[in-house]
């Protein structure tokens, strides 16, 4: 029998590898999209470290989230914004759920709609995911939407008409109330049976007034796997 805290070790350095392998495909000189998440943030801890050595120079991030900004700064990465670059050379970025055609559930850290600006700009997007994160079919985890306050009520009973279970994150742990996005809404996360066509569904909640986004991540091109890993890099 294997203990809680064995596997959640385990886990812990299995990210760690996925992370540092992400990372070591970064090249002096790029702008690095910088996604949020336990995983990436081992990634951005190996970016640090490499620029501490001089493995890496002259590297720039941009952050999807205050949380990935901090670490960033935390790790000496510096920061630049969408509106002072003309490209991102490479975005390292989780997701909730991966399906066989490699459309991605993203929005666990409430951050699914800087993460979807940033990833699409980029000219390599690089996914790091453990097994557990690869599925038959996306519905197996909710699809979080992002949501302006105003619009709450009216779009959860459009979510409603299209057969999802609309629930508002509340905060865990020690701290009470609503999950608020970096930019002031509301996170509705959604239970679907089963999604047999992600794009149209993205389009679909996309179209609701109110809606800012969904987590629903859908590529025509396939991403590339970096990684003979038991975790995955796309």
């Avoid at 105003?150 to 020690?174: C, D, H, W």
């Amino acid at each position: 029998m294997v203990s809680l805290s064995s596997e959640s070790d385990s886990i812990t350095v299995v990210k760690q590898a996925v992370g540092r392998a992400a990372a070591c495909r970064v090249k002096s000189g790029m702008i690095i999209g910088l996604g949020t998440g336990s995983t990436t943030a081992f990634a951005i801890q190996y970016l640090g470290g490499f620029l501490r050595s001089g493995a890496l120079s002259n590297i720039r991030g941009i952050p999807t989230s205050y949380q990935a900004a901090a670490l960033a700064r935390r790790y000496g990465i510096p920061l630049t914004t969408l509106d002072d670059i003309d490209h991102i050379d490479i975005a390292i970025d989780g997701a909730d759920a991966v399906d066989p055609q490699k459309n991605l559930i993203k929005g666990g850290g409430a951050a699914h709609t800087q993460e979807k600006v940033v990833d699409s700009l980029a000219e390599m997007f690089i996914v790091v995911v453990d097994r557990s994160k690869v599925v038959d079919h996306l519905g197996v985890v909710p699809v979080p939407v992002e949501v302006l306050p105003f619009a709450v009520t009216p779009a959860m009973r459009a979510i409603q008409k299209l057969g999802g279970k609309p629930e508002i994150r509340m905060a865990t742990s020690n701290k009470d109330g609503l999950v608020i996005t970096d930019q002031g809404n509301i996170v509705l996360d959604v239970k679907f049976d089963r999604i047999d066509d992600p794009g149209e569904l993205n389009r679909t909640l996309n179209t609701i007034p109110g809606v800012v986004d969904s987590g629903l991540l859908v590529y025509s091109c396939p991403m590339r796997s970096i990684s003979p890993l038991e975790p995955r890099l796309f």
